[in-house]
């Protein structure tokens, strides 16, 4: 099919099949280390101990005056969750986020890494990273009061600041606090001597962030472990008169429904964290795109017009009573469906030859049933699943027909088929061969302009993919005939 450069117009391509980069808590190094290697060079340097809250206040205080984004990869949030996450953060409280899965509770514990210190000293070779002007565990103060302003000095990075844990039901106090380490005791040391003790995840996250996921599935009694944590702000390892004054900005996230199932936060646990903060999905298509297009790793071109498809579909099936809305749908769901679209066009495009494999509308139906494995039905529902899916799958194709082409001239498609010819598509049916079938058709310029394709770098996948999205949207608003077979959909006739 040959098309004439009006035709054509802006590209709106979510990603191209080159993979993304990802800035994780590891970030890449922007500046090197300090120089001071002692206490002594560092009291000279004009160093001052703060706490790690005081850190995050004051950096996120010099973010917000700047202009700058502190949470930067976290969308839809602007107006909602973030007036409330700053406010805790400023306020120096340990926080829960609260809510169902695939809303970016982790995603954005991890970007609270960037609100520290690019830098941070500590006294070399202590496990829980001691404050050189303040050491507080038993071999930092040993060393400070034998080596004085010759005390050695190390550098760590914001990103070695940052503790994750998953809190599974077989963590133990051991894995959090700390234990006897029988290998100590055994080179010849005492059980009453304190640096018998091997530490947990919290005293080695010491002057850090510690995130723990879904903390509701930690067991009852390691709650308990974190009251002195989040309270006294120290530890207690067995019968050890041990008193470490821990200095940590903690962070938990959990699903509300574990609240009542799987487990819950003990009462006086909640009641030590300071702020608890709600989480939602994106309450616009626009941020659901956007979060589509950051976080989906595609293997081919996928037009905007099939990533709105697939966010419409994930709102509908949030809105759907046939879906148990207590368990969620995450946004997970959205980027994997981007994902399968991507690599149907890919294997299209392996089997027919096709040079420039670009997903359609088409490639849809035969991956959404791949992801019934993230959404839950009601139980009610049962042997309705696909049918559920493929309602909600339409809905959210007319829904983006009429967002994007309300208003278009579409006359010239339903004349095509006024006298009784047909288009044949489906999954492997190239691009090529679909639009030789449809020949020049009045409006379809209008058509593509409305969809964003770009005259510049157009390319028939592109051009197949907008009429896939005439053709369904005409058929969904009754405007063309449309019959299934084996796969196939044949339009008209």
Do not use: C
Not at 6 to 35: F, I, Q
Not at 360 to 381: I, S
Not at 458 to 482: C, F, I, N, Y
């Amino acid at each position: 099919m040959r098309m004439s450069n009006g035709a054509m117009s802006r590209a709106v391509t979510v990603r191209s099949n080159r993979p993304p980069v990802r800035r994780t808590v590891r970030e890449v190094t922007a500046a090197p280390a300090p120089e001071p290697t002692t206490v002594g060079e560092l009291r000279a340097s004009g160093y001052e101990s703060r706490s790690v809250k005081a850190e995050i206040r004051a950096n996120l205080v010099e973010t917000l005056r700047a202009g700058r984004d502190p949470f930067p990869g976290i969308v839809g949030f602007d107006e909602t969750v973030r007036p409330d996450l700053e406010g805790a953060l400023l306020a120096g409280h340990d926080l829960v986020l609260l809510g169902e899965r695939g809303q970016g509770k982790t995603r954005l514990m991890r970007t609270l890494a960037g609100l520290l210190d690019e830098w941070q000293p500590y006294v070399a070779g202590t496990e829980t990273f001691d404050d050189p002007l303040a050491p507080v565990s038993v071999p930092g103060q040993r060393l400070a009061a034998e080596l004085g302003d010759d005390l050695p000095v190390a550098w760590r990075h914001r990103s070695d600041r940052y503790g994750e844990k998953l809190a599974t039901p077989d963590t133990s106090v051991g894995d959090l606090i700390g234990d006897v380490d029988p290998v100590k005791v055994a080179q010849g040391r005492t059980l009453g001597d304190p640096e018998t003790v091997h530490y947990g995840l919290l005293p080695r996250t010491n002057r850090g962030i510690l995130g723990l996921n879904e903390l509701p599935d930690l067991a009852e009694r390691i709650q308990v472990a974190l009251f002195n944590v989040l309270e006294e702000r120290d530890v207690q390892v067995r019968g050890y008169t041990l008193r470490l004054p821990l200095d940590l900005l903690v962070v938990a996230s959990a699903n509300p429904e574990d609240y009542t199932n799987r487990g819950r936060i003990i009462t006086p646990l909640k009641d030590r964290f300071g702020a608890e903060i709600r989480t939602h999905y994106p309450l616009d298509v626009d941020d659901e795109v956007a979060l589509v297009a950051q976080e989906a790793e595609t293997v081919a071109e996928v037009p905007g017009h099939v990533v709105e498809v697939v966010a419409r579909f994930a709102r509908e099936l949030r809105e759907s009573a046939a879906v148990d809305q207590r368990s969620g749908v995450s946004a997970r769901l959205a980027v994997a469906a981007v994902e399968a679209a991507a690599g149907s066009a890919l294997r299209r495009a392996a089997l027919t030859g096709e040079e420039h494999p670009v997903a359609r509308v088409g490639d849809l139906p035969a991956v959404v049933p791949t992801l019934r494995g993230k959404v839950e039905f009601e139980m009610g529902e049962e042997g309705r699943e696909d049918e559920v899916l493929d309602h909600l799958l339409r809905l959210a194709v007319a829904a983006t027909f009429r967002a994007r082409l309300a208003g278009a001239d579409l006359s010239g498609f339903t004349e095509r088929f006024a006298e009784g010819g047909t288009v044949e598509t489906g999954v492997l049916v190239p691009a090529d061969e679909l639009l030789d079938q449809l020949g020049g058709v009045p409006g379809l310029a209008g058509a593509l302009d409305r969809l964003g394709v770009d005259e510049d770098s157009v390319s028939p996948g592109q051009v197949a993919a907008a009429v896939e999205l005439v053709l369904e949207g005409l058929w969904l608003t009754r405007r063309l005939d449309k019959d299934s077979v084996d796969g196939r959909s044949i339009y008209g006739g």
